[in-house]
């Protein structure tokens, strides 16, 4: 396999004739996905065909007098050393696998640059990035050099993000320049084929995140994002960005005296003000786990992150109160990261079933800075209201760009610097106006400065952030963690029964319990059990944030004079209609 550069479209670039740098791994072979390349190639088939979003563009220097041949020869054992950067991803009918070719060739790009060869570097690692790769027949770099007066100057790389992440992007920085120095590093001692051998073995990891998988899913709201959908912008995604060194000042300060880390402190002022704005007394955000922290995964080049579910409680008390409960359940995120993704679907599938809605949870958190944290930040006194006054004037809002289709419905990430907190919020426009993007980023500044100096209730963050509460028109109702339009559910329910012989009323549990929604209809061929009623509901709600499929289910000899008599109809049979289905099964319920 190969990959050719384009033809660079950069300005003050010269094409040179382009080289071709073979290599020979220390071995070859063929074994399932890991789980983290399960995560982005799931993703990778969200999208249309050749859509560049999972590609990286990077840039490494060449210093000193090294040449042409050095630069060459360092790719080559870069590629030799990394298994993943010669691994094609395979269909086998409905199963992808990977392949490590033991061998191959590599076609490098050669450019002369008139002037700022790492600037025009930058340029040309984007361009060789813009296209998407053929994961079956291309290798996952692209790689082009670029000198100065016939010196090489700095390699432009184009990767794919099921060959590395941001994790071992900053393996290959430090290696880089050993590499070029002729230095002979050893083949690392865990790779992709050694991740999947253990993630197969019997018996598999990953029993407890399986059990915290579960138990945040029976206490999430079933989606941020129950309520009207509006029409969206064109692009419809939206993302902003934020350099506050103010912001991270006051972190920091948070962070000491909550005995919390700072990246608990961003989770849990975006948990806030994603609560605040969408009507929640409890956030779900699943947060990127990089899985470091496993054998042998350290060292290992390729895509080992998992999304792991945080479920915060939001409903009462103060910022300083979420801290420190949010630090715990972040935490146990991130302990909980490392799982088989089919046993978390099968349980994604089975709460569903049981809750009576699809399960929503297209709410991000991605903390990429080294470490979780910041270096170097400005030596502001957080207790000197006037000096962090003044740090806030340094603040920048900018707008980073609008995406056609991006799998979430708020993305909120870091930024690598290290001496500010860089800061982006993604929006789908289609749930939130644009705007919100940039005025939650200020918004999580005013929050956290804020509570350096003063308690803030919970239900006072959306008016402190100045951001405003989605409206719900009339018909909605909270139950439980859930809204759900009535109206909605109840045509949804007459729809399914064809006849429109029927009702949903919500009704008093008992014993403090939650309200429940109790679904009356006549029943028909086909349709005359709770169970084929709940399964046919499911069918049709598949996708929305609207409705909630009744948790009771009343099948009446026949319907009453007026909409109010269902309760009092004779019955014929009743129950939740929740029967075991195959998640269940599958997860021994």
Not at 30 to 45: F, H, P, V, Y
Not at 419 to 426: A, D, H, N, Q
Request: glycine letters at 10%.
């Amino acid at each position: 396999m190969t990959a050719s550069p384009p033809a660079a479209q950069v300005a003050a670039l010269t094409a040179l004739p382009p080289r071709i740098v073979e290599f020979r791994g220390t071995r070859g072979g063929q074994a399932a996905l890991t789980w983290g390349q399960q995560g982005i190639w799931r993703s990778t088939q969200w999208l249309d065909d050749g859509d560049p979003y999972f590609n990286l563009s990077w840039t490494l220097p060449v210093t000193g007098a090294s040449g042409l041949d050095a630069v060459l020869r360092a790719v080559g054992r870069l590629v030799e050393r990394h298994e993943t950067l010669r691994t094609a991803y395979v269909r086998d009918g409905a199963v992808t696998g990977q392949r490590v070719s033991r061998e191959g060739r590599l076609t490098v790009g050669v450019y002369e640059a008139a002037a700022k060869p790492m600037s025009a570097a930058k340029a040309l690692a984007a361009e060789l990035a813009a296209t998407g790769f053929d994961y079956a027949a291309e290798l996952p770099i692209r790689c082009a050099v670029v000198c100065q007066r016939g010196r090489p100057r700095a390699l432009a790389l184009a990767l794919s993000h099921l060959a590395l992440d941001g994790w071992s992007l900053n393996m290959v920085a430090a290696e880089w320049p050993r590499l070029v120095a002729g230095e002979d590093l050893p083949d690392p001692d865990w790779q992709p084929l050694d991740q999947a051998a253990f993630e197969q073995s019997d018996p598999p990891p990953g029993g407890q995140a399986l059990r915290h998988w579960r138990t945040g899913l029976a206490s999430a709201p079933r989606s941020m994002f129950d309520f009207p959908v509006r029409e969206p912008e064109e692009p419809r995604f939206v993302r902003h960005g934020m350099d506050s060194p103010a912001a991270a000042v006051a972190a920091e300060a948070l962070a000491a005296r909550h005995g919390v880390t700072t990246s608990s402190v961003l989770t849990v002022a975006s948990a806030a003000l994603l609560a605040a704005v969408t009507g929640h007394g409890t956030a779900a955000l699943q947060l990127i786990v990089s899985n470091r922290h496993h054998p042998g995964t350290e060292a290992m080049a390729g895509p080992a992150a998992q999304d792991g579910l945080c479920v915060i409680d939001l409903g009462a008390g103060t910022f300083a109160d979420a801290l420190r409960h949010g630090h715990r359940r972040t935490m146990a995120t991130y302990r909980n990261g490392h799982y088989d993704p089919a046993l978390v679907l099968a349980a994604w599938e089975a709460e569903a079933w049981d809750r009576g809605a699809d399960i929503d949870l297209d709410a991000f958190f991605n903390d990429v800075r080294q470490a979780g944290r910041w270096q170097g930040l400005p030596p502001v006194d957080p207790g000197d209201a006037a000096a962090l006054a003044a740090l806030r004037g340094r603040t920048r809002t900018f707008f980073v760009g609008a995406y056609s289709k991006v799998k979430a419905k708020i993305f909120f990430a870091t930024g690598p610097a290290p001496s500010t907190c860089e800061f982006y919020v993604l929006v789908d426009t289609a749930f939130l106006p644009g705007d919100v993007a940039r005025r939650m980023l200020t918004g999580l500044e005013e929050l956290l400065v804020r509570a350096v100096s003063e308690e803030v209730p919970l239900d006072r963050v959306a008016k402190v952030a100045g951001l405003d509460q989605v409206r719900r028109p009339a018909g909605w109702t909270a139950i439980g963690h859930d809204w759900v339009d009535l109206p909605e559910t109840e045509a949804l329910l007459r729809r399914v029964c064809g006849t429109g012989l029927a009702a949903v009323v919500v009704e008093d549990a008992g014993d403090d319990a939650a309200a429940r929604l109790t679904g009356y209809l006549v029943p028909r061929p086909g349709l005359d059990t709770p169970e084929a009623v709940h399964t046919a509901v499911l069918r049709a709600a598949a996708g929305r944030t609207d409705v909630l499929a009744p948790h009771h289910y009343v099948l009446c000899a026949a319907p009453p004079d007026g909409p109010a008599g269902w309760p009092a109809c004779p019955r014929l049979i009743e129950g939740c209609g929740r029967a075991p289905s195959s998640a269940m099964t599958l997860l021994g319920r």
